[in-house]
Structures are given as C-alpha cells and as structure tokens.
C-alpha cells in the first residue's frame, strides 16, 4: 500500500461518492453541501466542478453515456456540457425534510441509494433501488443511510446504518429482493462512523470512518483486515480508478469541524490517492429506470 496523497485540496464542504469513470479515465464526486459535482482527471491533472442546485449525494453512469445524479429534490439527469439538471423521479414527495445520499450500481445494472433526514435526527430514511417501475423501497428506518455496495458474486448486498454505527449484509436475488439482513460489522464506539462501503475482487469491504481518520478494510467473514490512515478525520467514501483497478481514490469533509481544528487538518475536504495491491470491482452502469 502506498502513501495517501492529496490529488485536490477542494475543500469539500462534505465531499462524498467517488466515481471512476474508465471511458474518461476520471474521477467524478460530490460535495454534497457545497453543493457542486467535481472531476478530476489524473492524466492532464485537469480539474472541473458544476455547481449543483440543490443538495447532491451522488453521480452515476448511464448505459447512454449520460449521467444521473441523486439530489435533494430527487433523481436528475445530469449534462455535464451544459450543467443541467433535469428531474427524472421525485423520489419521496412524502418526506420534504429529506435528501438523497449515498449511491451505487450495481452489476445488473440497479441504481441502489439511500435518502436521509437532512437534520440527521428522524429515521425517516430508507434504502431504494430504481427499476423499470421506478423506485422501491427495499430497506426502511434509517436517519443516516451510506452505500450500498455487493460481493463479487452479486448474491450480498452491503448497506450501511451510519449513526447506529453498522454495516449491514443482505442476501440479494437478481431482481433486487433482499432478504436475511444481518450485522456484518460493528464499528466501536469512539473509533468513528462507517461511511461508505465498496468492495475488491477477494469479496473484502471498505468503508470510510467519519471522525475516524480511516478508511478500513474487513474480509468477506467481518474481520478488520486493512487500514489506510488519512490526514483528516472525516474519511466518507474510496472508489477503485485506473486501468487495474488498484487505486484508491478517497473524499473527505469538513463539515464537522471547528475552526481550530481546521487549522490543524488544512486537507480536509481534499481528494486523496493510494496504491493498493488487490484490485476492486468495475463500476457499474445504470441500465434500468431511466
């Protein structure tokens, strides 16, 4: 594992949900009270941000080549030529005080997110998946949902309840159904909140620790593997990028902190790099729903 480098120092408000994109060979993500949508490209160093228009948790692929990005008011294409944002699904018209967050694709091409209680109080959240009928609500109760992420088989789905401070395991069909949910693991109190998961080709999970300085690694049975330590506390989400899928790209925030601490974590809300040496799983591409 190589040293962790700071590619952006951005300053993300909350920066979260990194995305590779292989046609592009770059690295999307979001900052999700900034709010804006960034992109980095390793190659040139070229750097770029969209301003959003309200609060975005996240950014996927589309099989059209477009992109989809999970907002406060619902689900949107996003046109990152123009800098438009067009609705495509209101996702709980029910629930104002509510915001999308963590999002993920999966290998059949599902959109699976979260929303949250935006004052992260309320367990009015739930974990959805787009389909060809639209949203639904797979997973219900949380006030702060991350993830989800899957095994390499694609038969468990990881789903992470932030505050109660678990990662949750599903036994997942290829429609979607989850059944058997499951602690998988179980941060300690005082060791930070897991953030968001994705997982390597050994079936392995890692996760952000939000106030925990970390990003962690955990085998397919739950036991602590790995960590790759970061400069800044709030570690929220890795992506695997590059040809080999071997580097880590990781968002981080500062949201949390008080001016004195963030004096003494001036990178926090940059963009962080590692070398790792097994790979991760491919992104995958919204294919349904749209």
Known sequence: MSEVECVWPVGAVLG???????AEQAVWFVDIKGPAIHRY???SGQRRSWPAPARVGFVALTRDGGMLAGLKTGLHRF????????????VEPHAPNNRLNDGFVDSEGFLWFGSMDDT????????YQLGHEGCIRRDPGYVVTNGPAESPDGRTLYHTDTLAGIIYAFDRARS????NKRVFVRIPAGAGYPDGPIVDVEGCVWTGLFGGWALQRFSPAGKLLDEVRLPC????????AGDDLKTLYITTAHVALSPEERKQQPLAGGLFRARISV????????????
Do not use: M, R
């Not at 979260?16 to 292989?22: F, K, V």
């Not at 046109?79 to 209101?90: A, I, R």
């Not at 991760?280 to 749209?290: D, E, K, R, T, Y």
């Open 41 to 43: 490209h390793p190659a």
């Open 79 to 90: 046109n990152p030529e123009t800098g438009n944002f067009s609705l495509l699904h209101v």
């Open 279 to 290: 790979p991760g799983l491919p992104q995958g591409i919204v294919s349904h729903g749209l």
């Open 120 to 127: 992260e109080e309320e367990p009015s959240g739930a974990l």
């Open 16 to 22: 979260e949900g990194p995305l590779w994109s292989a």
């Open 176 to 179: 979607g159904q989850l059944s």
């Open 233 to 240: 506390s709030a570690v929220t989400k890795a992506a695997f």
